[in-house]
């Protein structure tokens, strides 16, 4: 059986052989300050069959940050007990907090005849990879270390030790951009939507997620016979 069913069938939303939508799941990682909160939420903005997974996590709303909107934040014994419950497709610990994504997801995305954008950890979108083959996953880059560094002290929102702190976990995790499928540097935010706007449209008629619509279009030629 293909591993894309065998995948999500844990979660009871595809069955090999059903005429079903296949949802399209993107996973988008980049390290801190690389401007992804700003290009993910407009290129939701822009296509509104793009459903955002909202994760959960142990760390503490920060700024304007809003519960159910951010994340959903909740303690650690909580999270630990959706762990034994098999409730989460994927989870990490990232910077000493559980991170992770609720295992309703696709089953969502499906009733609602969404695709699926995640943002998610190097080490999330690796399980993630690893359940969902087909997941497109995106790496975003700030364009050099010191343009990182710019964006982190111009957004002012952390002390010089996180600062430096961002920075090396961001050396670190770059380390890992040859495991996604597509990898963007972010020079300029209007451009890098267009172009994550573009990888979706493109990735949405792939062969596999276009069967459903494919399907009936040779019926009606199967149905004249000549
Ligand atoms: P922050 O605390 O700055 O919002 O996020 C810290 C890191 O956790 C980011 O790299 C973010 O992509 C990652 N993250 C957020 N939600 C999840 C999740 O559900 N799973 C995993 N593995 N990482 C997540």
Request: hydrophobic residues 35%; aromatic residues 8%; without cysteine.
């Amino acid at each position: 059986m293909n591993s894309r069913y065998a995948a999500t069938e844990e979660t009871g939303t595809l069955h090999h052989g059903e005429r079903e939508r296949v949802t399209a799941v993107f996973i988008i990682s980049a390290p801190s300050g690389s401007g992804k909160s700003t290009l993910v939420a407009g290129l939701l903005d822009r296509d509104p069959s793009l459903l955002f997974s909202v994760s959960y996590t142990t760390r503490q709303p920060r700024g304007n940050e809003r519960p159910g909107e951010s994340y959903n934040y909740i303690s650690r014994e909580e999270f630990e007990t959706r762990i034994q419950n098999h409730e989460f497709l994927e989870y990490a610990e990232v910077f000493g907090n559980y991170y992770g994504t609720g295992s309703q997801i696709l089953e969502q995305a499906r009733d609602e005849g969404k695709d699926v954008v995640l943002d998610i950890d190097v080490q999330g979108a690796r399980q993630l990879k690893r359940r969902l083959p087909d997941a497109v996953t995106i790496f975003i880059l700030a364009p050099s270390r010191d343009i990182l560094e710019q964006r982190l002290r111009a957004r002012s929102e952390d002390s010089e030790e996180v600062i430096q702190r961002r920075l090396r976990d961001a050396a670190e995790e770059i380390r890992n951009y040859d495991q996604y499928d597509y990898v963007l540097i972010n020079h300029r935010v209007e451009q890098s939507v267009d172009t994550l706007s573009a990888i979706v449209k493109a990735e949405r008629i792939r062969r596999i997620r276009m069967e459903d619509q494919v399907r009936p279009i040779l019926d009606s030629f199967r149905a004249r016979a000549y």
